[in-house]
């Protein structure tokens, strides 16, 4: 158990459609990640937040927005969904925001668009 | 921007010994690191580089060269659990292209 706690395992929506997915860090991580990983593909780094500011930013679509709360949660919310939307959603978390030695992974969302 | 290159992917019998190579462009450097990943779970982190040399845990090393941008992991005495993909990363999250490592008896 990495400490990462993600929310739910499992979606399924349709076409156009919203969802929001949901990451609780381990204690003490102040960074939050969240990936796309498509099938048989890499990890597409979406967003980071540390302490509650976006950090960085990687290939994220305007159709999807983050933020990360004072207890430093985090949710992914996901609109206008498409087919191609599917996917799994790994979100991570690590104490440091830039010097990243260790991030330590949730179990992913798996979201299933139809 | 930031980037990984990885071989998509290697394979080896047990026992052996294997190397995967990454290589990277990166404006600012604060380390490489290594991760795992089975079919259907998460990544795991394995080991980090920040300065040039080689850093061992257990069976699995890890080599860095900052004048080349370019790193490796070796992984020894292979077993079939090894059998995973393998991403290089950059901080603050990069990730490479992944390499999948398939192990035969």
């Known amino acids: 158990d990495s400490g990462v706690t993600q929310t739910p395992k499992h979606l399924i929506t349709a076409t156009g459609q919203r969802v929001t997915l949901r990451c609780s860090p381990r204690?003490?991580?102040?960074?939050v990640y969240w990936y796309q990983q498509s099938l048989d593909q890499g990890l597409q780094f979406l967003i980071q937040?540390?302490?509650?500011?976006?950090?960085a930013k990687g290939n994220i679509l305007e159709r999807f927005s983050a933020q990360q709360f004072p207890d430093l949660h985090s949710e992914l919310n996901l609109s206008s969904l498409e087919l191609g939307d599917s996917a799994l959603y790994f979100c991570?978390?690590?104490?440091?925001?830039?010097?990243?030695?260790?991030?330590?992974f949730g179990q992913g969302t798996r979201l299933t668009v139809v | 921007g930031q980037s990984l290159e990885q071989p998509s992917e290697v394979t080896a019998v047990e026992g052996a010994i294997v190397q995967i190579n990454c290589t990277y462009q990166t404006s600012g450097f604060y380390g490489l690191s290594w991760y795992q990943q089975h079919d259907g779970g998460a990544p795991t982190f394995l080991s980090y580089?920040?300065?040039?040399g080689l850093e061992e845990t257990g069976r699995f090393s890890s080599f860095l060269s900052r004048s080349d941008s370019y790193g490796y992991l070796l992984l020894q005495e292979l077993q079939m659990k090894d059998s995973a993909s393998y991403f290089c990363?950059?901080?603050?999250?990069?990730f490479g292209t992944g390499t999948r490592l398939l192990v035969s008896p």
């Open positions: 991570a978390s690590s104490v440091s925001g830039t010097k990243n030695t260790e991030a330590f």
């Open positions: 580089n920040a300065l040039d």
């Open positions: 990363a950059l901080p603050p999250g990069v």
């Open positions: 937040y540390y302490n509650g500011e976006e950090r």
């Open positions: 204690s003490g991580d102040l960074s």
